[in-house]
C-alpha cells in the first residue's frame, strides 16, 4: 500500500508562499501534515508577511488535498516519539522547536511499521537526517524479513525535477526564476548551481 505523502512545513511554505501549490500537488498528489506543522505553517504566515500567502492557500484546501493528521498521542506515535527523542511524547509535544519535522517522522514511520510506504517531504537539515536514520532501520527490518514498509525521502529540489521530468516547467528560465524566489523564503535551499535543476541530463527528453 502506498500512503499520502507528509509534508513538513519548509515545503509547504516555499510552494505555498509563491502560489506553486498546483505545481506541487500535480507532482506528489494529495498530502497529509501533522497538526504541528499546519500550527507551524500558519504561525509564521502570521509573524513574518512574506510567508503570508501561505496561510491562504492552506485555509483554502479541501481535505482532498490535505489531510491533517492528529497529534493526539497513540501507543504507535508514543513509541516512535520516544525512542527517536529519548522523552515521553507528552513532555516532547510541550516543546515546540522542530515538532512539527519530528511529528512528520514520527507519523511516516508508524504508518511504514503498519505496511505502506510512505513518501516524506521534509527539507530541514537535521529532520532529513532523523528521516534517514528511520528509512534506513525499515530498510534492515525488510531485509531480516519483517513485514513493514518503507520511507522515501523527497525535498524541495526533488520536487522541482520531478516537475521538469513531467513537462510542468518549461525552460531553465522559469526554473531560474521559481527557484530564485524558493530560496528568497529559505535560506536552507543551496545555490541553484550546486543541484542538478539546470543539468543537460534532466533537461535532455529520452530517447524513443
Do not use: C
Amino acid at each position: 500500500m502506498s500512503h499520502r505523502p507528509i509534508i513538513d512545513a519548509g515545503p509547504s511554505l516555499n510552494f505555498f508562499s509563491v502560489r506553486r501549490e498546483r505545481l506541487l500537488f500535480q507532482v506528489v498528489g494529495p498530502l497529509a501534515a501533522p497538526e504541528s506543522v499546519q500550527d507551524e505553517v500558519l504561525g509564521k504566515a502570521s509573524r513574518d508577511q512574506r510567508f503570508a500567502p501561505a496561510a491562504t492557500v492552506w485555509r483554502k484546501l479541501p481535505q482532498k488535498l490535505i489531510e491533517v493528521l492528529p497529534d493526539n498521542p497513540t501507543p504507535q506515535l508514543e513509541q516512535v516519539v520516544q525512542r527517536i527523542t529519548s522523552l515521553p511524547m507528552s513532555q516532547r509535544l510541550r516543546q515546540r522547536k522542530d515538532l512539527g519535522e519530528l511529528m512528520v517522522v514520527a507519523h511516516a514511520v508508524v504508518e511504514a511499521e503498519s505496511g505502506d510506504d510512505v513518501r516524506v517531504l521534509i527539507d530541514d537539515g537535521n529532520g532529513a537526517k532523523t528521516a534517514e536514520f528511520e528509512r534506513a532501520r525499515l530498510q534492515r527490518m525488510r531485509d531480516r524479513g519483517d513485514e513493514v514498509g518503507s520511507l522515501i525521502l523527497m525535498n524541495t529540489t526533488t520536487v522541482l525535477e520531478l516537475a521538469v521530468r513531467q513537462n510542468l516547467i518549461a525552460d531553465r528560465g522559469e526554473m531560474r526564476d521559481l527557484y530564485r524566489r524558493l530560496r528568497g523564503l529559505d535560506d536552507g535551499l543551496v545555490p541553484i548551481e550546486r543541484t542538478e535543476l539546470l543539468s543537460q541530463k534532466l533537461w535532455t527528453p529520452p530517447s524513443v
